[in-house]
């Protein structure tokens, strides 16, 4: 896998990724959608990775956006061709069978706000800036902020933010529910790492489990989601983790998970 814009570091099953397009704010460009959805479809089956961490370069920005320059010569299909490469990618990173954190180190604008929300868990800096401003350019969010957000947030905060297209900062995103936790810019990575190392030492068949039953739940009734819950409760029993964990519990010692 050739890659020119990403970043990659595996050490301890944490694959750190960085997105990595400084002069530009690290927009998404295609380039970096193509090699995005290559690196996610190696790391999705790679057993030494048991958690990803993802951030853009530099002390600015995550991700300021689509690449806007790119956008100059789209017509409509093309228009649609690019959404649907993105909000395939989008889709990979969230139905990933591992967790992936986002670490927003600054910008979080447009399609880099929407690479965020299909990302597990959004962990802050205090610097970080959330929004959703497309209609400032004549055009909508096209890699599911329209549809990621509202389910996250509700249909009236999605609305405020998309139809001003103001910036949400950090602190407001963490009181509305999009960051789990806003840090000092400084400590972003370290917050994030601890987080990974605990996700790491766990069964890594029940966290993918517990990933899908969660996002297969979601938008269905209770007594669906419950049924979604039972099958893969129930699958959990069929591996060997399963086993390991429970006998390990009952010998008081540490659980040596092999993730079968
Ligand atoms: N695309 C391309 N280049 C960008 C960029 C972007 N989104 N954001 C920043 N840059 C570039 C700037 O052009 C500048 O490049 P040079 O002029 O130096 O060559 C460099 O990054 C530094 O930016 P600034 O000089 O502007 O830096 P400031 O600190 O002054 O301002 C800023 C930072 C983040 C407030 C500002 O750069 C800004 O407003 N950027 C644009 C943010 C934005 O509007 N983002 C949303 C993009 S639209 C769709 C699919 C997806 C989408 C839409 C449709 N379909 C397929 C239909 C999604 C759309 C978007 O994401």
Known sequence: ?????????????IATVEINRPKALNALNS????????????????????CIVLTGSGDKSFVAGADI??????????ALKMSKKG???????????????????????????????ACDVI???DKAQFGLPEVSLGLIPGYGGTQRLARIVGAQKAKRLI??????????????????QV???????????KLAKKIVKQAPLAISFAKQSIANGYDTTLGEGLGIESHFFAKTFTTN?????????????KPQFKGN
Do not use: H
Not at 163 to 180: C, R
């Open 87 to 117: 909000q395939d990618v989008f889709l990979q990173i969230e139905t990933c069978s591992k967790p992936v954190i986002a670490a927003v180190n600054g910008y979080a604008l447009g399609g880099g706000f929407e690479l965020a929300l």
């Open 163 to 180: 139809f001003s297209g103001e910036m949400l900062p950090a602190n407001l995103a963490y009181d509305w529910g999009v960051a789990t």
């Open 241 to 253: 983790d399963k086993s390991e964990g429970v006998t390990a519990f009952i010998e008081k010692r």
């Open 123 to 125: 962990i802050a800096s």
């Open 1 to 13: 896998m050739n890659l020119n814009l990403l970043n990659v570091c595996i050490d301890e099953k």
């Open 31 to 50: 380039e970096l959608l193509t090699e995005m959805g290559e690196l996610f479809a190696s790391l999705n089956t790679n057993s030494e990775v048991g």
């Open 183 to 193: 840090v000092a810019s400084d400590e972003l990575m370290a917050t994030c790492m």
């Open 69 to 78: 320059k790119e956008m100059t010569d789209l017509g409509e299909s093309d």
